[in-house]
């Protein structure tokens, strides 16, 4: 029986062979307590040079008086260096400057937001080294973001999109195996059944999780959304 999940309330999953616990990675549900993000349990990020605020080295721009939403699914891998600049970092467009005076009042300041999107992250999604994630994003469950990509708009579940501005450079199943997967939405599964699955999920019969997650049905469904 492979191991068990590392537990989602945890706040650095890895430990090293030493016995140590490996600082440069944590669950960021764990250690992030910010009003404007949302964040999925067994999502981690890593960094080289980990942070006293995760919040901050992520997303720099978004603030706790912030107007938008940064919402991060379930089992994400946030490598070195990804950035999500958040619609707070917006200026307006739609007049002869884009300089934000009203920021510089402190009167008016507050409120003060051009750009409201939401920037939503699906589950399962790996975004790989220095990656950015531009306002108002969506990006679908399965994703794999190339290093250094940068990304706007709306990318499709279980693609692979590369450079600037990022582009789908395959999709990683097809229709059939994306559709199936999305209505499996392992990731909302107990930890127990994901740790049992384990080696379906390392592999790449899609099939062969369906069947697992039938001989589990009753734990599945009562499984929350």
Partial sequence: MPAQIPPAHVAHPITL??????????????????????????????????????????APYLFPFSQEQLTIGKFCQIAHGVRFIGSSANHATDALTTFPFTVFDPETMIGYQPDTRDTVIGNDVWLGYGATVLPGARIGNGVIVGAGAVVRGTVPDYAIVTGNPAQVHRMRFSDEDIASLNALAWWDWPPQVIAAARPLLEAG????????????????????S
């Fill in 17 to 58: 062979p030493d016995g140590t616990p490996h600082a440069g990675t944590v669950y960021l549900k764990t250690v992030i307590d910010h009003p404007r993000m949302d964040i999925g349990d067994f999502t981690y990020a890593s960094d080289f040079d980990p942070p006293e605020d995760w919040a901050a080295r992520l």
């Fill in 205 to 224: 019969d899609v099939s062969a999780l369906s069947r697992h997650a039938q001989k589990h049905s009753a734990t599945v469904s009562s499984s929350p």
